[in-house]
């Protein structure tokens, strides 16, 4: 199994709406991690966690809150977001953190905030 | 201004034909690049990974090349195919423990039958 799986792939929510994203995978990667990505734009990383622990924070607003309930799982708590966070949210996975450790990405959930 | 530039930013070919994609960066610690493709509305998928002592990888019809002297690469894509059309990512991974990588803004390939 060398899939990352995302769901949902497509997320419409309000302003005041509170939702998740989630991510899984079982090929026994240790780091997963969470990017945006908006249309024509490179992915832009937001969170990294590592053996289930927090070790990146991009900066990213608390209106974003991630969680890595255990190593196969990463979720995306959405909450009081604004239209500008439309985008489409990637999830990835890698053996380590280290250099040279292949990322594997699932296929997205594209949200959109109205 | 990006530090891994990547051009051109849109390319359209006739099926059939070759095509090369520049990748040129100026990011450091370098410790490896690596080449994604990425179907619209899809996650990235990586095609080659090359460290600093190699220079060319193939995967293929895709063939990349390195010259870590002028910090540059190329992604060459032979006898195209439609569903090559996608965006074509240049990502240089830092050599640091936290394994940040840098990310070009893509060149889109169409292919046209």
């Known amino acids: 199994d060398t899939e990352v799986t995302q769901t949902p792939k497509h997320l419409v929510m309000g302003m005041t709406n509170k939702k998740s994203l989630k991510c899984e995978q079982h090929?026994?990667?240790?780091?997963m991690y969470w990017y945006k990505q908006k249309a024509k734009k490179p992915p832009e990383l937001m969170f990294v966690?590592?053996?289930?622990?927090?070790?990146i924070n991009e900066s990213v607003p608390s209106r974003f809150s991630p969680e890595c309930p255990n190593s196969s799982l990463l979720n995306l708590h959405l909450h009081a977001l604004q239209p500008e966070d439309s985008a489409l949210y990637l999830c990835?996975?890698?053996?380590?953190?280290?250099?040279?450790?292949?990322?594997?990405f699932g296929q997205g959930t594209r949200l959109t905030v109205v | 201004k990006n530090q891994v530039e990547q051009s051109p930013q849109s390319l359209i070919i006739l099926e059939g034909k070759n095509c090369t994609l520049q990748?040129?960066?100026?990011?450091?610690?370098?410790?490896?690049l690596r080449w994604y493709k990425q179907d619209t509305g899809r996650g990235p998928v990586s095609l080659t990974i090359?460290?600093?002592?190699?220079n060319t990888k193939s995967n293929g019809r895709y063939t990349a090349t390195l010259d870590a002297d002028t910090k540059q690469s190329s992604l060459h894509i032979t006898a195209s195919q439609l569903s090559d059309s996608a965006s074509y990512i240049c990502?240089?991974?830092?050599?640091?423990?936290?394994?940040?990588?840098?990310f070009g803004d893509g060149t889109t390939l169409t292919v046209k039958p």
């Open positions: 990835a996975s890698s053996r380590g953190q280290g250099p040279r450790t292949e990322a594997f």
């Open positions: 090929m026994g990667h240790r780091a």
């Open positions: 966690y590592s053996y289930e622990k927090l070790s």
């Open positions: 990748c040129n960066y100026t990011v450091s610690p370098f410790s490896n």
């Open positions: 090359m460290t600093f002592s190699e």
């Open positions: 990502v240089v991974e830092l050599n640091t423990n936290a394994g940040k990588s840098t």
